[in-house]
Nanobody, 122 residues
Framework: VQLQASGGGLVQAGGSLRLSCAAS????????MGWFRQVPGKEREFVAA????????VYAESVKGRFTISRDNAKNTVYLQMNSLKPEDTAVYYC????????????????WGQGTQLTVSS
């Protein structure tokens, strides 16, 4: 599967943004999907994940209640709605696909998108 993330940008603290990740080349509903983020000098950090059907989701504590992951299997796309953004949310955001393993571990993911930059100004 090939993944392409988009939707990043510059937003003020307290604002909202929605990231998208379009998939091609596979049966999208068979894959769990996750969002991770990374800042320079740090490891890729888990943000949220969703099952192939969309019926199960999991979030990092740092984004719980502010971010929502969803998917549209008819459009082969997964979304990350981000509300109440904070400067510490600034990072490059990556989407990944997973078939087995721990959703919160980046090493479990089989494919990654190219990343999209989110910058939250204070």
């Amino acid at each position: 599967v090939q993944l392409q993330a988009s939707g990043g940008g510059l937003v003020q603290a307290g604002g909202s943004l929605r990231l998208s990740c379009a998939a091609s080349g596979g049966t999208f509903s068979r894959y769990g999907m996750g969002w991770f983020r990374q800042v320079p000098g740090k490891e890729r950090e888990f943000v949220a994940a969703i099952s192939g059907s969309g019926g199960s989701t999991v979030y990092a504590e740092s984004v719980k209640g502010r971010f929502t992951i969803s998917r549209d299997n008819a459009k082969n796309t997964v979304y990350l709605q981000m509300n109440s953004l904070k400067p510490e949310d600034t990072a490059v955001y990556y989407c990944g696909s997973i078939t087995r393993g721990s959703w919160s571990s980046s090493s479990s993911y089989d494919a990654w998108g190219q990343g999209t930059q989110l910058t939250v100004s204070s």
